[in-house]
């Protein structure tokens, strides 16, 4: 009996010595973590053509308008958006772009007609986190009489999400 009673502390102490050893074997990592600047904007297509083809006798032509397209944006840090055209517009044409926000200030009615190289605010003061999904696009085609007859020609508009 004295000596089952010695193996089974025996059994005992090496289970318990083997079960220590276990939980004394640890390792570590380091983890880098970060989470860098994330401004994303995107349109949903390009608008239909803007044809300005009609006038009331005796004042300027009727403005064309287009409103069938949008853009969403994410940032995690303040941002703005600006616009620019990639060539300017003849003379007594005016091309206006309209971007509406839930998120930032939008700028209105914004002329991006000559906006070749310098980009214009169309939507300010944008906070970090903000989340704006299917904001509407407005195009607005205005000519002057003394304009005359332009041809057909495309233009690209460059939407640009950028530090506020």
């Known amino acids: 009996m004295k000596g089952l009673a010695v193996s089974l502390a025996m059994s005992l102490l090496v289970t318990g010595v083997a079960l220590i050893g276990v939980a004394a074997i640890t390792c570590d990592q380091t983890v880098s973590c ?5 401004q994303v904007i995107s349109v949903s297509a390009s608008p239909a053509a803007l044809i300005v083809n009609s006038a009331t006798p005796g004042f300027e032509p009727d403005s064309a308008t287009d409103a069938t397209t949008t853009y969403s944006i994410t940032v995690n840090k303040a941002s703005k958006i600006t616009a620019k055209i990639n060539t300017a517009m003849s003379t007594d044409i005016t091309l206006t772009i309209n971007l509406a926000s839930t ?4 700028a209105g009615d914004v002329d991006i007609s000559n906006a070749t190289i310098t980009p214009v605010d169309v939507v300010t003061a944008i906070p970090a986190g903000s989340k704006d999904s299917a904001q509407t696009i407005t195009y607005t085609l ?3 009489a003394s304009a005359g007859v332009i041809p057909q020609a495309d ?3 460059t939407l640009t999400i950028t530090d506020a």
Request: proline share 0%; charged share 20%; hydrophobic share 60%.
């Open 155 to 157: 233009k690209i508009v």
């Open 34 to 38: 970060e989470v860098a600047a994330i």
């Open 142 to 144: 205005s000519a002057l």
């Open 103 to 106: 998120e930032g200030i939008s």
